[in-house]
């Protein structure tokens, strides 16, 4: 594998290696590499997810991690649930709750909604009740960091 050149190490190295000549070939190889490097990045990032996603899922919080040839990998699986605004309309008419949260346009005033729960004008269990209104998603992070050197 060629090492890499960047542009600016030629720019400076002298300027009359600058040229389109120089540069076009050099971005085509580069080029070419960054994808054969981002089809490996994706399959090691699947082959990883799989790999903690069952620890993740058995965990309370939701994540795990590996170490191995000093870095750290770690995977969570983060709630990426919101409301469905339709059906939350929906649910606050059918509850007799949607004067004042419930705008002329018909939006979900969030902060009337978050006043009428926090005051008691929306009690616990029609806020228990409010998640069949929510669209459940979930997104999994893999973040991965070199370890710290033990002194």
Same mark, same amino acid.
């Given at each position: 594998m060629r090492k890499v050149q960047n542009v600016t190490q030629l720019k400076n190295e002298s300027?009359?290696?600058?040229?389109?000549?120089?540069?076009?070939?050099?971005?085509?190889?580069? &080029?070419?590499?960054? &994808? @054969?490097i981002k089809d490996l990045v994706t399959k090691e990032n699947t082959f990883l &997810?799989?790999?903690? @996603?069952?620890e993740a899922q058995k965990s309370k919080d939701g994540k795990a991690n590996s170490t191995?040839?000093?870095y750290?990998?770690?995977?969570?699986?983060?709630d990426t649930s919101t409301m469905n605004e339709e059906k939350l309309?929906?649910?606050?008419?059918?509850?007799?709750?949607?004067?004042?949260?419930v705008k002329k346009m018909e939006y979900v005033d969030s902060d009337a909604l978050e006043n009428a729960i926090w005051n008691g004008k929306i009690t616990e269990e029609?806020?228990?009740?409010?998640d069949q209104c929510k669209d459940v998603g979930t997104k999994e992070v893999l973040r991965i960091k070199k370890c710290k050197e033990e002194k």
């Open positions: 300027e009359e290696i600058m040229t389109l000549d120089k540069v076009i070939p050099l971005y085509a190889e580069h &080029k070419a590499e960054e &994808k @054969r &997810k799989d790999a903690l @996603r069952k191995a040839g000093g750290t990998v770690t995977l969570s699986i983060e309309i929906e649910w606050l008419k059918q509850n007799n709750l949607a004067k004042g949260i029609q806020v228990a009740d409010m």
